[in-house]
């Protein structure tokens, strides 16, 4: 069974940076595709950086340039780096995965808990 485990998340002031990171288990492989999302207080979960088959990354306007998505196969971990953080910044951040044909429309079937992200001005 796929576990996913996010890790990293914490209380930051603007301008600072944090990495997060999302263990994967319970896969042969490594994902064919990975995304990590989003959800401010009173707001819908919003796509902030996903990963498609073929190797295409999307990245939300409002983090272009400053958060970066990455991976370490070898340790079955997707990273998030997150530099020039912004209060609007402030959400719980949910790390994805998916294998096969699924990613070709970017449909995540494997979800991890969250991890808390707030950057105070």
């Known amino acids: 069974q796929v576990q996913l485990v996010e890790s990293g998340g914490g209380s930051v002031q603007a301008g600072g940076s944090l990495r997060l990171s999302c263990a994967v288990s319970?896969?042969?492989?490594?994902?064919?595709?990975m995304g990590w999302f989003r959800r401010a207080p009173g707001k819908e979960r919003e796509g902030v950086v996903v990963t498609y088959l073929g190797g295409s990354i999307y990245y939300a306007d409002s983090v272009k340039g400053r958060f970066t998505i990455s991976q370490d196969n070898a340790k079955n971990t997707v990273y998030l780096q997150m530099n020039s953080l912004k209060p609007e910044d402030t959400a719980m951040y949910y790390c994805?995965?998916?294998?096969?044909?699924?990613?070709?429309?970017?449909?995540?079937?494997?979800w991890g808990q969250g991890t808390q992200v707030t950057v105070s001005s």
């Open positions: 319970g896969h042969t492989y490594s994902p064919d595709c």
């Open positions: 994805a995965v998916q294998y096969g044909s699924r990613c070709l429309r970017g449909d995540f079937g494997y």
